[in-house]
């Protein structure tokens, strides 16, 4: 897809702060750390787009990105890094399970993991919690770039057994330094945000 615009909305941690929903929204969850913002400003091709920390647990509102006046991107707060104030990381998982939930116009949940790591607690909960709803979810195993190739087939599969993946159903791999996974990744958000997209979940 080719991004002409991509542009930083407003952040919120309530529905009454929320931008108007009126286009489609593909969301982007996954622990602090993973590469979550590195990945969307890799989609658009506007570096510093998504704010990129070396500090994990420094997101902790909702941002809503607009994307070719088309579709909305949001980035939601990284969760599960023990150093985040213990009162802060109480409210972030109220704070998404409230957008969730409660957003008509959310069209896909890109769900990001690190390929090097096994999922979390907190990844299985989130994946359970978005099937439990019926949300459309995609599984996105970033940083690729750092797995040898011979390697990569065998994290998916653990990876995938993990989190309880029905067969068939594969992760997407990415990586926001080669480019990798890039076109796949903007295919099925071209299917989530196409034609009709906008009515109704």
């Known amino acids: ?3 002409l615009s991509a542009e930083f909305v ?3 941690k309530e529905p009454v702060h929320y931008p108007p929903a ?7 969850a996954g622990r602090s750390n993973v590469g979550k913002s590195s990945l969307i400003n890799a989609l658009v091709k506007k570096k510093g787009l998504a704010r990129t920390s070396n500090t994990p647990g420094r997101t902790q509102e909702i941002n809503f990105f607009s994307v070719n006046g088309r579709f909305g ?6 969760y599960g890094y023990a150093k985040v104030p213990e009162a802060i990381r109480r409210n972030w998982g109220p704070m998404i399970e409230t957008y969730l939930r409660g957003r008509q116009t959310l069209r896909l949940v890109v769900l990001i993991l690190d390929i090097r790591r096994d999922p979390s607690g907190e990844d299985r909960q989130l994946l359970e919690w978005l099937r439990h709803y019926g949300l459309p979810v995609l599984v996105v195993l970033t940083k690729a770039d750092k797995v040898s190739r011979s390697q990569r ?7 995938g057994a993990d989190l309880g993946l029905p067969t068939g159903v594969s992760t997407l791999l990415f990586s926001a330094q080669t480019g990798e996974g890039k076109d796949l990744l903007w295919r099925e958000i071209a299917k989530a945000t196409g034609p009709g997209a906008a009515a109704g979940r």
């Open 1 to 3: 897809m080719k991004v």
């Open 73 to 78: 991107f949001i980035d939601l707060p990284g």
């Open 153 to 159: 087939a065998e994290r998916q599969r653990l990876i």
């Open 22 to 28: 009126l286009l489609p929204e593909i969301a982007f």
């Open 10 to 12: 407003l952040s919120a």
